[in-house]
Structures are given as C-alpha cells and as structure tokens.
C-alpha cells in the first residue's frame, strides 16, 4: 500500500496531497469515514466527459486499481448489478444467486492471481462506500457476458430444458483496414456496440488504466468490470482490439479461463499480434466466442482472429481489411460449432456482412475516422435496399424490427447499438480514441414511449433508462 496521501474531491477530481508517511488511529478512522482518503487513491480520478461519458483513471497494483475503481464507481457498479441480474433472469432463467455460487465454485479456479487481486480491490472498494456487494457479485458481473453459453452447458449437463433466450447474442458491427484502403495508408478501426438498452445505456465508461506490470490502456467498458466487454481498447504498446460475437454458437468447456479474463490480459500484456492471439487461445472456454479484430498500429498490421472452441482461425494482412457483423467465417467452424443460417441474407449478421463489403469496396483509398464514423451511422438495409434502420443495418435498431434477433426478446426487443467508437494510428499513439454515447445516427430512445407501445417489456420497466444519442467526442488517456 502507498502511504502519505491524502485526497479531496475538486470539480469532480480526486486531488492529491500530502498526509504524511505515519499512519495512527485517528489517520485509520478519517479513512474509514472517507475511503477517498485512503492512501490506495492515490493518483485515481474520475470525470465528466461531455456527451454523456465518464473517464476513470487507475493506477497502482491489481488491488490498488480495483479499490479506485470500486470506491470511485460504487453507485454506478451498484445500479448495474440490478440491472444484470434482471436480465440474467429474464433471458437465462437463472437467479443472481446461481450466478454468484458458478462465480465462486466454476470460474474462480482459472483466474490468475492479479485479477482476483483487482477484483477483491474492487469488492473493498464497494464496501467501504457502503454497498453491500462482494467479491462473487464482482465476479459474476464481470463474466456477464459469457454467462448464456455456460448456462447452456449448464443445462445439457444437467439434463434441463433451456429457455429460448439461452444463446449466443447477436453484438456489435466493427471493421479494421489498412494500406490501400485508408487515406493514409494506415491503421483505422472502429466499433459499435450491440446490447440491450437496459446495460448499453449505462456503457459510458471510458477506463484510463496505468498498472503497476503491464502497458497503460485505454478503453470503454462499464462499471466494476475488468475488461471492456464489448470490447474496444487501445494500449501503450500501439496495439488496438475489438471484435463482435459469432452468431449461434455454442459450446463451452468448464474448465477454461474465463472469457474476462484472457479478455484484460490480452488488452494489458499483448505487444504484437502473435501476442495478443496466443492470450486468447491460452485456456479458451469458448465463453463469448468472437471475430477478435486486432490492430498493431506500429507494425501497420492488421489480423482476424476467429476464435471457436474447437476451430481458431488467425488471418492477418499489411494491405486489406477485416469486417465483423456476427457471422462466422471458417465453414468448418460454421458447421460444427454454431447453428448459423449461412445462406439466409436476411439475417442480421449476413445483410450487415454484405453492407460491410459494399462500403469498403465504395470508400477504397478514402477511409479515415470521420468515414468510420458515418460507417457507423448507416442505415442502409444490402437486404431489402431500402434505407431504413432496423436489426439489419449497422447502426443496429433492434427496437424497429418486426422479428427481433437472438436474445433479444422478439418481436421489438429493447436492444440495438448503444455506443461507439473509432481510433486511427495516429490517435492510437497518442492513446486517443472517439466515441458517441447512444445511436451514431442521432436518434434518441424514450424508454416510456417504447414501453407504452410493447407492454409484453413491462419486465424491463424497473431499469430501462433512456439512452441520448450524443455527438462524437475525444477521449485520451493523460
């Protein structure tokens, strides 16, 4: 533990000063009464971004970085804790009990010594601002997103009926390119996330991290979560990651490392894209399986790595670009590891694959960020041909769609992109990205509105927000 800080909060900061190096009953009970003051604060921070975003800055050890992160975000990790196990219910049919107990007795096994550090710092953190969360919560929030294939497995294992919600999601629209493709000749990639609203409107999260081991990152992310999530990060070493979920997989091994985990890991200690790959082949439970688009900014070198189960596949390019949309790529991965309609370009995942192609093919030579930016934005249906947001269109709007998709309670799901972000070589050098909070489009969603017109969601009532579209802003890590 650091000693001799003090901190007071100015204009939304935590600054620092000095306490002095010798710690005694009435420094431990000043501490107690504000855990801000705590020597493990020291140099952690949070602010207001404009258009709707909030920068958190961790430094220091795993327990350090965690204790910040649950001191500094402790009614923002409270709210959403509420707000997974609704949904974990709802869509898995499980309580937040079950989650807990698999937390503590499945996933706990196969997380490495700095991250139960950090997520032990977080549930300190919560403690000593009052909320009655503990370590297994943290756990169980920060593996949210693998939680519907294990509970899949789960289920077979057990001889249960699944619920029909019980699959892999259907999330985010992404791309990479370089060479030819760029106006620069140079790395852009960019992101979307695709996520009901219920947590999307709450994955305004922009983490500067500076570990003790490790190269500093800088990524979106939600409250007391380890990793992005989502997944869309840039760290000191000029490597860039993100990726979107294979639609309709299934399969996970029990006895793997947690998606979470491999996920920060790759984010914090990947230099190059052999790095990176070998992270997340390193123990892979199939949980939250994905396209991983990668980015080494330095090196001008740009790669997709399909990572099933059973079938990985790296593919990697100096000249060229990647797309992701939900759609798997391997066939033999497609056949043996998801129940994917390949062939049906009605489908979500395949009408925005075949967008995807036609931008890249239009904006050869031109593309940068502000291009990124209006990809995002695209409502363009390459099914229909007619310009019109839907579950279709890469600025997903699930919410409009007379089927909905995946989990996402058909027919009207609340769920779509809720955020974005895009980052070139340049910015990545800088540790630097740009992000919107809400639809890239600009259009608004009224959580009242939407409820009144699909009363079959009332469910979602308690913790439905409504999520602003916000201009694009600039984030970087300093």
Same mark, same amino acid.
Request: with cysteine; aromatic share 10%; glycine share 8%.
């Given at each position: 533990?650091?000693?001799?800080?003090?901190?007071?909060?100015v204009?939304?900061?935590?600054?620092?000063?000095?306490?002095?190096?010798?710690?005694?009953?009435?420094?431990?009970?000043?501490?107690?009464?504000?855990?801000?003051?705590?020597?493990?604060?020291?140099?952690?921070?949070?602010?207001?971004?404009?258009?709707?975003?909030?920068?958190?800055?961790?430094?220091?050890?795993?327990?350090?970085?965690?204790?910040?992160?649950g001191v500094?975000?402790?009614?923002?990790?409270?709210?959403?804790?509420?707000?997974?196990?609704?949904?974990?219910?709802?869509?898995?049919?499980?309580?937040?009990?079950?989650?807990?107990?698999?937390?503590?007795?499945?996933?706990?096994?196969?997380?490495?010594?700095?991250?139960?550090?950090?997520m032990?710092?977080?549930?300190?953190?919560?403690?000593?601002?009052?909320?009655?969360?503990?370590?297994?919560?943290?756990?169980?929030?920060?593996?949210?997103?693998?939680?519907?294939?294990?509970v899949?497995?789960?289920?077979?294992?057990?001889?249960?009926? !699944?619920?029909?919600?019980?699959?892999?999601?259907?999330?985010?629209?992404?791309?990479?390119?370089?060479?030819?493709?760029?106006?620069?000749?140079?790395?852009?990639?960019?992101?979307?996330?695709?996520?009901?609203?219920?947590?999307?409107?709450?994955?305004?999260?922009?983490?500067?991290?500076?570990?003790?081991?490790?190269?500093?990152?800088?990524?979106?992310?939600?409250?007391?979560?380890?990793?992005s999530?989502?997944?869309?990060?840039?760290?000191?070493?000029?490597?860039?990651?993100?990726?979107?979920?294979?639609?309709?997989f299934?399969?996970?091994?029990?006895?793997?490392?947690?998606?979470?985990?491999?996920?920060?890991?790759?984010?914090?200690?990947?230099? !190059?894209?052999?790095?990176?790959?070998?992270?997340?082949?390193?123990?892979?439970?199939?949980?939250?399986?994905?396209?991983?688009?990668?980015?080494?900014?330095?090196?001008?070198?740009?790669?997709?790595?399909?990572?099933?189960?059973?079938?990985?596949?790296l593919?990697?390019?100096?000249?060229?670009?990647?797309?992701?949309?939900?759609?798997?790529?391997?066939?033999?991965?497609?056949?043996?590891?998801?129940?994917?309609?390949?062939?049906?370009?009605?489908?979500?995942?395949?009408?925005?694959?075949?967008?995807?192609?036609?931008?890249?093919?239009?904006?050869?030579?031109?593309?940068d960020?502000?291009?990124?930016?209006?990809?995002?934005?695209d409502?363009?249906?390459?099914?229909?041909?007619?310009?019109?947001? !839907?579950?279709?269109?890469?600025?997903g709007?699930?919410?409009?769609?007379?089927?909905?998709?995946?989990?996402?309670?058909?027919?009207?799901?609340?769920?779509?992109?809720?955020?974005?972000?895009?980052?070139?070589a340049?910015?990545?050098?800088?540790?630097?990205?740009?992000?919107?909070?809400?639809?890239?489009?600009?259009?608004?969603?009224?959580?009242?509105?939407?409820?009144?017109?699909?009363?079959?969601?009332?469910?979602?009532?308690?913790?439905?927000?409504?999520?602003?579209?916000?201009?694009?802003?600039?984030?970087?890590?300093?």
């Open positions: 533990m650091r000693r001799g800080i003090a901190a007071a909060i204009g939304g900061a935590v600054v620092l000063g000095a306490f002095g190096a010798t710690r005694n009953a009435k420094t431990d009970a000043s501490m107690a009464a504000n855990p801000r003051a705590d020597a493990r604060m020291k140099g952690a921070y949070r602010r207001t971004v404009v258009n709707g975003w909030t920068k958190v800055h961790l430094e220091g050890t795993p327990e350090e970085i965690g204790y910040q992160h500094l975000l402790a009614a923002e990790i409270a709210d959403l804790q509420k707000v997974f196990a609704l949904e974990q219910q709802h869509e898995d049919g499980k309580d937040w009990n079950f989650f807990r107990e698999q937390s503590k007795s499945v996933l706990w096994p196969h997380v490495e010594q700095e991250y139960r550090e950090e032990q710092g977080i549930a300190n953190g919560l403690k000593a601002q009052g909320v009655k969360l503990d370590l297994w919560d943290v756990v169980a929030m920060n593996a949210a997103e693998e939680w519907s294939y294990f899949e497995e789960y289920d077979k294992e057990h001889k249960m009926a !699944s619920l029909p919600t019980v699959t892999a999601p259907d999330h985010c629209s992404a791309f990479v390119a370089t060479g030819s493709y760029t106006k620069d000749g140079r790395v852009v990639i960019a992101h979307n996330n695709w996520t009901n609203y219920l947590d999307g409107a709450r994955w305004t999260m922009a983490f500067d991290i500076a570990p003790a081991k490790g190269y500093r990152i800088l990524m979106d992310g939600l409250p007391g979560v380890i990793h999530a989502d997944d869309f990060g840039v760290n000191s070493a000029g490597i860039v990651i993100t990726e979107t979920t294979i639609t309709a299934h399969g996970y091994a029990m006895n793997g490392v947690p998606e979470f985990v491999r996920a920060r890991k790759a984010m914090q200690y990947g230099a !190059s894209i052999d790095e990176v790959a070998e992270i997340f082949r390193a123990g892979n439970n199939g949980g939250y399986a994905n396209d991983w688009l990668i980015a080494d900014t330095k090196r001008n070198e740009i790669a997709s790595l399909e990572l099933g189960l059973k079938n990985v596949t593919e990697r390019k100096t000249d060229g670009y990647f797309v992701g949309s939900n759609f798997p790529i391997n066939p033999k991965l497609t056949a043996e590891e998801t129940t994917f309609a390949a062939k049906d370009m009605s489908v979500s995942g395949n009408a925005r694959h075949k967008r995807w192609e036609q931008l890249m093919k239009e904006n050869k030579g031109k593309i960020v502000q291009m990124a930016q209006v990809f995002l934005a409502h363009v249906d390459s099914f229909t041909g007619k310009t019109e947001p !839907s579950e279709r269109t890469l600025c709007h699930v919410e409009n769609s007379a089927r909905g998709m995946g989990t996402w309670q058909a027919p009207f799901g609340t769920a779509g992109a809720a955020q974005n972000k895009a980052t070139d340049a910015m990545a050098a800088n540790m630097t990205f740009t992000a919107a909070a809400g639809h890239a489009c600009g259009a608004d969603f009224i959580a009242a509105k939407h409820l009144q017109e699909h009363p079959a969601l009332d469910w979602e009532k308690p913790e439905l927000r409504d999520m602003k579209a916000y201009p694009w802003t600039t984030i970087k890590a300093e």
